[in-house]
Nanobody, 121 residues
Framework: QVQLVESGGGLVQPGGSLRLSCAAS????????MGWYRQAPGKQRRELVA????????VYSDSVKGRFTISRDNAKKTVYLQMNSLSPEDTAIYYC??????????????WGQGTQVTVSS
């Protein structure tokens, strides 16, 4: 079982920046792909923000590309999301995700409890 704890959410003004952190623990977490998803108010499901593999391969949602940066520290088992040029459209609950990489034949899929990001004047 992988445990994920997010931190860094809060209230920020449009154009501001925020950095989210997600610390992972538990067996197998060091080899997992990790990522960030978000669920905006009124939306029915979470959407991809960014993912990063242990080897550093990164995929961004088009809506955040160029503004957000995902990174990870494998030694610390922590993934980060640096969010710049924030707009009200970025307001959402941000969830950390961890899952085994392609080829692992594992169906495990772990989620944090989420951290609220509110972008408002």
């Amino acid at each position: 079982q992988v445990q994920l704890v997010e931190s860094g959410g809060g209230l920020v003004q449009p154009g501001g920046s925020l950095r989210l952190s997600c610390a992972a623990s538990g067996a197998g977490s060091s080899s997992n792909t990790m990522g960030w998803y978000r669920q905006a108010p009124g939306k029915q499901r979470r959407e991809l923000v960014a993912i990063i593999t242990t080897g550093g391969r990164i995929v961004y949602s088009d809506s955040v590309k160029g503004r957000f940066t995902i990174s990870r520290d494998n030694a610390k088992k922590t993934v980060y999301l640096q969010m710049n040029s924030l707009s009200p459209e970025d307001t959402a609950i941000y969830y950390c995700n961890s899952r085994p990489p392609y080829g692992s034949n594992s169906t495990s899929n772990y989620w944090g409890q989420g951290t609220q990001v509110t972008v408002s004047s």
